[in-house]
């Protein structure tokens, strides 16, 4: 009987020593916690989470299908992008060659200048100089400041940086037969300008500008002088944000056949987008303006 009392110990022993394993092991992580409802561990194939800043319940029908049948009814060609900053979408109308981006390059002389500056500062020169170009869209002070940026071989190497593929800087400043700055003929196409506009905005992880220099840039674009904020503002009300640059240039002698753009920042009243507007062949200016300006307001509109 002694014999038997000590096997038994013996087993008994040996199953309290396993189910303080067992209770050790479990202490340690040896289980995970459920994965929350409708949603797989990830790494298991689950969809991932929405970017920050994107919400599947908010997304936006086509702004731009609105606008596609009076494009369509006007003359010359019309390109346009639009990209919502809170849902991450983007949408695009017409089909054709890059065109001039007259003026609007402006905004990418300055962004390539800042660049250049490593997240300093401008001198004041520079400065004054680019409070003229943007805000008041002066020719002389573009082309000193295209030079002091790198001309076409330095503007072409920061656009490559931010992505942008469709845009050609101009190989001329003075340029045979053209009574106007070359730089107006570099070509682009407005997905690049979004490109150019998102690195103001929603520049991502890795900005090619510093925050004091996106703000710069910015409070320029937001003060432009008042006979210049027509285009992307069309139809948008006071009291919401709107940071743009326009460009008009005459591509004939006889003042026919005009390129007429517009690229910018709306934000307020329940959006946030970045759009860009690009036009050729107007008959007028006016007649270009008019296009822009009644686009975008059918844009703003589909953008509640």
Same mark, same amino acid.
């Given at each position: 009987?002694?014999?038997?009392?000590?096997?038994?110990?013996?087993?008994?022993?040996?199953?309290?020593?396993?189910?303080?394993?067992?209770?050790?092991?479990?202490?340690?992580?040896?289980?995970?916690?459920?994965?929350?409802?409708?949603?797989?561990?990830?790494?298991?194939?689950?969809?991932?989470?929405?970017?920050?800043?994107?919400?599947?319940?908010?997304?936006?029908?086509?702004?731009?299908?609105?606008?596609?049948?009076?494009?369509?009814?006007? @003359?010359?060609?019309?390109?346009?992008?639009?990209?919502?900053?809170?849902?991450?979408?983007?949408?695009?109308?017409?089909?054709?060659?890059?065109?001039? +981006?007259?003026?609007?390059?402006?905004? =990418?002389?300055?962004?390539?200048?800042?660049?250049?500056?490593?997240?300093?500062?401008?001198?004041?020169?520079?400065?004054?100089?680019?409070?003229?170009?943007?805000? =008041? @869209? =002066?020719?002389?002070?573009?082309?000193?400041?295209?030079?002091?940026?790198?001309?076409?071989?330095?503007?072409?190497?920061?656009?490559?940086? +931010?992505?942008?593929?469709?845009?050609?800087?101009?190989?001329?400043?003075?340029?045979?037969?053209?009574?106007?700055?070359?730089?107006?003929?570099?070509?682009?196409?407005?997905?690049?300008?979004?490109?150019?506009?998102?690195?103001?905005?929603?520049?991502?992880?890795?900005?090619?500008?510093?925050? +004091?220099?996106?703000?710069?840039?910015?409070?320029?674009?937001?003060?432009?002088?008042?006979?210049?904020?027509?285009?992307? @503002?069309?139809?948008?009300?006071?009291?919401?944000?709107?940071?743009?640059?326009?460009?008009?240039?005459?591509?004939?002698?006889?003042?026919?056949?005009?390129?007429?753009? @517009?690229?910018?920042?709306?934000?307020?009243?329940?959006? =946030?987008?970045?759009?860009?507007?690009?036009?050729?062949?107007?008959?007028?200016?006016?007649?270009?303006?008019?296009?822009?300006?009644?686009?975008?307001?059918?844009?703003?509109?589909?953008?509640?």
């Amino acid at each position: 009987m002694a014999g038997a009392g000590r096997a038994i110990a013996c087993v008994a022993a040996l199953v309290a020593a396993a189910l303080v394993l067992f209770l050790a092991f479990r202490g340690q992580g040896g289980t995970h916690p459920p994965a929350a409802a409708g949603r797989e561990p990830a790494g298991l194939g689950g969809t991932s989470p929405a970017p920050s800043g994107t919400a599947a319940s908010a997304e936006h029908a086509d702004p731009l299908s609105a606008a596609a049948a009076y494009a369509a009814s006007r @003359s010359g060609s019309v390109l346009a992008a639009v990209y919502d900053v809170s849902t991450g979408q983007s949408w695009r109308l017409g089909a054709g060659p890059a065109q001039p +981006a007259a003026s609007v390059v402006k905004l =990418d002389i300055l962004e390539t200048l800042l660049a250049r500056q490593g997240g300093t500062t401008l001198s004041a020169g520079d400065q004054s100089l680019s409070e003229s170009m943007i805000e =008041d @869209s =002066d020719n002389d002070a573009a082309t000193n400041l295209w030079h002091e940026a790198g001309g076409a071989a330095g503007i072409g190497a920061y656009n490559d940086s +931010a992505g942008l593929s469709g845009t050609t800087p101009s190989a001329c400043v003075t340029c045979a037969g053209f009574a106007w700055p070359g730089w107006g003929l570099t070509t682009t196409v407005p997905q690049d300008q979004l490109a150019l506009l998102k690195q103001l905005i929603a520049p991502g992880p890795r900005p090619l500008l510093s925050d +004091a220099q996106r703000s710069y840039v910015l409070s320029l674009m937001e003060n432009v002088a008042p006979g210049q904020r027509w285009g992307v @503002s069309g139809g948008v009300p006071a009291g919401v944000t709107v940071a743009l640059k326009n460009g008009w240039l005459p591509l004939n002698d006889a003042n026919t056949n005009w390129q007429i753009n @517009s690229v910018g920042w709306v934000s307020g009243d329940g959006r =946030d987008y970045l759009v860009a507007v690009f036009t050729t062949g107007n008959p007028t200016e006016q007649y270009g303006i008019d296009t822009i300006n009644a686009l975008s307001s059918r844009i703003w509109t589909a953008m509640r």
